[in-house]
């Protein structure tokens, strides 16, 4: 897992051979962090899968849980996500004897952040007797919950020491500790989960005790990675430990809660529409379902491109080379909206194949491929979005860009598709097409007013 440092831009360079070695670094970031999130991705799919295949209570259970636990964990996740750029900033200005103190600021966010999301995930039986929930899956729900609570400290310790791994630019180790959860988390809830070596059978509540312990064995071995690695000897969790400073603490939470907050309120958004969309039946949630997951999996790779094009910006900021990032910036626009149509291309030819990979129910897949041409122009929309929002984000701009995607998102995207789905207002009413229209709706916003602000954007060298 050894790995270069991100390079000293070389400005003598023609401005396109410049442009190509800068989208080489960001290939060479983004890839493990591409696979990382296929990786933690894979999760959701085992859990489901297996907890599918253990009844329909199990399958329930799970899925509800985990539209509980997401969007708080993503809330932190991004707050703490302030660590990447933050180091990567420090690692390109030459500042190295800040790294370790910010590092540790962000696991005592971490830290708090934990015991918060404990909480509220152990007490969360009132929240299941408003959904009316039958006695059997709140049960569930809430042992699923129960146990998943025991790994949310190593989750949450695992996205703070990102900040220190990625922001140096070795993105490989996260990389590999994600995948090594996945390969454990597999056969955990095989054995959890129907009962194996003596075991008993625990339904979806063995889910939550197989990521827990899968988590917690991953976060183990980055532990000792970080403690034994040569690359880190620089870098000693235990005798470069600092306490808690407060005015530390603020500026990472500063920056960090606006990202949070933004990926929450994405996140939260596509909940909501799932709850509309409901009255129209199962087919139409089927259908949606199916669209959106193929969305989702194929936004990986702009996302990764995003998160690889935050550390590189802050850091060529951080080295005091503004020009290069503002260049980099910008072309990402260019390779961005590339992938974007050729994602877009993929889903038009492809709607019906993807759909009949889902499912073999006729109704659904005609749900699924009118909904997936609406998700390719949905596709070119995020895709702009995520970019802008990442080279912002290494900037260390994100108040204005978190109030533009609240705008976007839920003065703009959702009262536009809630009023094509239900009402005649603007149109008859579309049903679930209207949902996507008024989500690229809002994207298409978003992405005109992040442009914009990037481009109007002048940050103070660090």
Known sequence: MEELHQPIPEIRQPLIQRTLTEWKTLALLGGPILIAQIAQMANGVIDTVMAG??????LAAVGIGSSLWMPLFLLFMGTLSALQPIISGHRGGGLFSRI??????????????SVLMILLLVNVRPVLDTLRMDSHTAFVTQGYLSAFAWGIPAMLLMAALRGLTDGLGHTKVIMAFSVLGTLINLPLNYIFIYGKFGL????GIGCGWATSISNGVAMVALLVYLSRSRTYRHYNLITDWVKPHWQEISLILKLGVPIGFTIFVEASMFSVIALFLAPLGPVIVAGHQIALNVVSLLFMVPLSIGMALTLRVSFLIGARAPDTARLLSRSSLILAASVALVFALLLFLLASPIAQLYTND?????????????????????????TCISALRGYKDTRVPMIIMLFSFWGLGLPLGYALTFTDMIVPAMGAAGFWIGLTGGLASASILLGIRLFGYAPKPA
Do not use: C, N
């Open 53 to 58: 295949h253990a009844s329909a209570e199990d």
């Open 100 to 113: 370790m103190p910010d590092t540790w600021q962000g696991i005592y966010i971490a830290a708090g952040a």
């Open 200 to 203: 008993p059978a625990m339904g």
């Open 362 to 386: 006729p109704a659904v897949q005609d749900v699924s491929i009118s909904l997936l041409v609406f998700a390719a122009l949905f596709q070119i929309a995020d895709v702009i979005q995520v």
